[in-house]
């Protein structure tokens, strides 16, 4: 149901010889005398090219990771899986340009150019940066983008880049293990410090609570012995007027 023919005029008794514009679509049979016509079928289905460290996930029976290196010098190596599709419409120019069916506009087309980009954008990160996801998925996603933009006029688009899993030199994958376990430790006695100052914080207001609350009844204590004293004064000074 996805596939999309394409008829080739061989001999060419009434128009141009070569391959005509018309895109003939799933659903019907078409006949065309074999020896004058030519004709090709594209699937414009979604197609998956996966490329990867193990043969039997991947497209070839080899190592068929993206290797190159990260901003700050280590040699990595991605698996990568690109879902593409053909546009049905520009099945015509693939056929002149690029290649007789789906196959071989995947290995013409789709995969050179996948593969560039990739390379172009990925090798910006630095290599701690492969560790974070939100990281990975922007630049999968600025890939994807930038694959679309050179291949979308050659009749291909891609709907997904996936970034699989990664993997450094053996070295330098326990140097980021150490280092993210330390920077772990790190985090961790920051956390604790902040709360035995905020522990510290909250103890010192407590104090000076209390402090206030003393300070406030101590003046109330004050205040009732003036009073007090003022009011025995007074009697004495009535008194002794008084006598006097």
């Not at 040699?75 to 593409?84: L, R």
């Not at 520009?90 to 980009?117: H, N, W």
């Not at 430790?185 to 609570?209: F, Y």
Request: aromatic share 8%; with cysteine; proline share 5%.
């Amino acid at each position: 149901s996805t596939e999309v023919g394409v008829r080739t005029l061989n001999i060419a008794l009434i128009g141009e010889p070569g391959v005509q514009p018309e895109v003939y679509p799933s659903g019907a049979t078409y006949f065309f005398p074999p020896v004058l016509y030519g004709w090709h079928v594209f699937d414009s289905g979604l197609q998956n090219l996966a490329m990867t460290r193990s043969p039997a996930s991947g497209a070839r029976s080899t190592d068929d990771s993206l290797h190159f290196k990260t901003s700050d010098g280590n040699d990595i190596s991605v698996d990568v899986t690109v879902a593409w599709r053909i546009v049905p419409d520009k099945a015509p120019y693939i056929l002149q340009f690029v290649g007789p069916d789906s196959r071989a506009a995947e290995e013409r087309l789709v995969r050179p150019v996948v593969r560039t980009v990739l390379r172009d954008v990925l090798n910006e990160l630095r290599s701690e940066q492969y560790y974070d996801a939100d990281v990975r998925f922007r630049k999968a996603e600025q890939a994807r983008e930038v694959c679309n933009h050179y291949l979308v006029p050659e009749g291909v688009t891609v709907e997904q880049v996936l970034l699989g899993e990664h993997l450094f030199n053996p070295e330098y994958e326990q140097v980021i293990r150490d280092k993210t376990v330390a920077d772990q430790e790190a985090a961790r006695l920051r956390s604790e410090t902040e709360a035995a100052r905020e522990q510290m914080r909250r103890e010192l207001e407590v104090a000076k609570g209390t402090v206030n609350q003393l300070i406030e009844e101590a003046r109330g204590e004050a205040s009732k012995a003036q009073l007090a004293a003022d009011a025995t004064f007074f009697q004495r000074d009535r008194e002794a007027q008084a006598l006097l």
